[in-house]
């Protein structure tokens, strides 16, 4: 599953609290989910994996339930018909991966790290002005990139919403990026796992977002009509500098920033 580090990618990162090591990971979405809660069992050096999904799948959070999904859904998933339906064991919502569609990230602390934190919310801040500085590297007004912290005026609903799809809410650390229309879109999302040993906070970037086929993948009847509806109208996720399709510059100056910590 793990393979070489790609040339262009460090196997590794010297920063003065500690240096990080730095690994690939290539397979389903069950298996590479399964490798990032076995990766906090017992931590022994700072890691940040990056992970490359095979086929696409539907990620459950750990306290959903398939049936939020239309039956056929489902059953598409049973056959090999349709995505992999998968239930991560980190919280938050729905999530949809897909080869190429997403950077995704695992950042590994052991406890007692220098940049460790017992409180999961400050941990994920933390991280997430490591992506606003890695943004900023990558071109992004420092004034319109913002994380929980900085923001203002998401929906009352935005939290409910959050609970069923990942990228209709806004969590700690979560970081957002301004479009040309004043909108603010969800452009990093984080789900964490935390154990006496240590914590691993899963990082979400989308290259792509098919917003229309993931709600339509949601059972009004177990999710709710009204919701479902919420969610269709929801504008969840937006572009990112140096997110593409050919060249990852996101996760170069994410790397370079953890070099400073």
């Known amino acids: 599953m793990s393979r070489p580090v790609p040339p262009d990618l460090p196997s590794g ?33 700072r890691k940040v994996v990056v992970n490359e999904v095979e086929a696409p799948a539907l990620v459950l959070g750990s306290t959903q339930s398939p049936e939020l999904l239309r039956p056929e859904v489902r059953g598409a998933a049973e056959t090999g018909a349709g995505p992999a339906v998968v239930r991560r064991r980190s919280g938050g919502g729905l999530v949809p991966l897909s080869p190429g569609a997403q950077l995704w990230v695992d950042v590994v602390v052991p406890a007692g790290d220098s940049v460790w934190n017992d409180d999961a919310t400050l941990a994920a801040r933390r991280a997430g002005r490591w992506w606003v500085d890695a ?36 969590g700690p650390g979560e970081v957002e990026v301004a479009a040309d229309d004043g909108i603010w879109w969800k ?40 919701l479902v509806k919420d969610l269709r109208d929801a504008l969840l996720v937006g572009a990112s500098p140096g997110v593409g399709d050919e060249a990852d510059g996101l996760l170069t100056a994410f790397l370079a920033v953890l070099a400073g910590v």
């Open 13 to 45: 990162v010297d920063a003065p609290g500690g240096a990080w090591a730095v690994e690939v990971r290539r397979g389903s979405a069950a298996e590479l989910h399964a490798a990032s809660a076995a990766s906090v069992a017992a931590p022994t050096v």
């Open 135 to 170: 943004l900023v590297v990558e071109g992004a007004d420092p004034e319109l990139v913002r994380t929980d912290q900085d923001s203002r005026g998401r929906p009352a609903n935005d939290r409910e919403l959050g609970r069923v799809v990942c990228f209709a809410g806004i």
């Open 187 to 226: 452009t990093v999302g984080f789900s964490q796992r935390r154990t006496r040993h240590g914590a691993v906070l899963q990082c979400l970037v989308p290259r792509r977002w098919d917003h229309d086929t993931l709600v339509a993948a949601l059972d009004p009847e177990v999710v709710g009509a009204a």
